[in-house]
Structure formats: C-alpha cells, structure tokens
C-alpha cells in the first residue's frame, strides 16, 4: 500500500507576513494625542501667584533695604530685603540666611510678620 506523497516542513516555503509597520515606530496619531494630553495637564495646573508684597510691606522695604533682597545691614545682623534678624526669619518660617533666600520667599515671610505682628516689627520703617 502505498502512501500519499506528503510534503515535508523542510520543503515548504513560508513567506513572511508582511508587517503593518515598523514595530518601533511610533504613529504620528500617538505622538498628537500623547502631546495633546500634556498641553492639557500643563494648562489644568494652578499656576503660581506672583508673590508680590502689599503696598505698605513694599514702604517698609524700600526704607529699611531700597528694596534690595540680598541688603546686609546692622553689622550683619539684620538681613534681606525687611531686614530680618535670623531670630525672626526663623520665627516665621524662614530657613537658612534671609538675605540668601529668594524675594519672594522674604515678601511671604514678611507678610506672616505683618499679619502676626502689624508694622511694630519694623519700627523706624513701619510707621
């Protein structure tokens, strides 16, 4: 009895399936929504205040520094922009060297201060 011929793996030639695309590549369609998802969060953050110190903090600065955030004044002991002592940057919150720390970093402080304890605190500029 003689069996069909059967073809052997070997002898069979498969083609490859042709690839949609490159697997690497990333569609363009993609890229859009990924790019349209991040414009989107970006514009979802609350963007920062300016801190900007209210017109009587602004008096007190230009008097006790002429507004200068890294002034140094009293022999070292007062400070920034409001001339804090370390004591009272401290106090408020602050760390490190007041004069160091950026302006808008001093017009918050300064603003706790105020709001704590009135213009007393800067006695020949508050008044």
Same mark, same amino acid.
């Given at each position: 009895? $003689?069996? #069909? @011929?059967?073809?052997?793996? *070997? /002898?069979? &030639?498969?083609?490859?399936? !042709?690839? %949609?695309?490159?697997?690497?590549?990333?569609?363009?369609?993609?890229?859009?929504?990924?790019?349209?998802?991040?414009?989107?969060?970006?514009?979802?953050?609350?963007?920062?205040?300016?801190?900007? $110190?209210? #017109? @009587?903090?602004?008096?007190? *600065? /230009?008097? &006790?520094?002429?507004?200068? !955030?890294? %002034?140094?004044?009293?022999?070292?002991?007062?400070?920034?922009?409001?001339?804090?002592?370390?004591?009272?940057?401290?106090?408020?919150?602050?760390?490190?060297?007041?004069?160091?720390?950026?302006? $808008?970093?001093?017009?918050?402080?300064?603003?706790?201060?105020?709001?704590?304890?009135?213009?007393?605190?800067?006695?020949?500029?508050?008044?």
């Amino acid at each position: 009895m $003689a069996f #069909p @011929a059967v073809a052997s793996a *070997a /002898a069979v &030639e498969l083609a490859p399936a !042709p690839l %949609a695309s490159d697997p690497f590549e990333r569609p363009a369609a993609n890229h859009d929504v990924r790019s349209a998802v991040r414009s989107a969060q970006r514009d979802a953050r609350p963007k920062p205040r300016p801190a900007t $110190a209210s #017109p @009587a903090l602004e008096a007190i *600065a /230009a008097c &006790e520094s002429g507004g200068d !955030p890294a %002034a140094i004044g009293g022999g070292g002991l007062y400070r920034g922009k409001y001339q804090f002592s370390v004591e009272t940057w401290q106090a408020v919150g602050g760390t490190g060297d007041p004069a160091a720390a950026p302006e $808008a970093e001093q017009d918050r402080r300064a603003t706790i201060l105020y709001n704590q304890s009135g213009p007393g605190q800067w006695p020949l500029c508050g008044s």
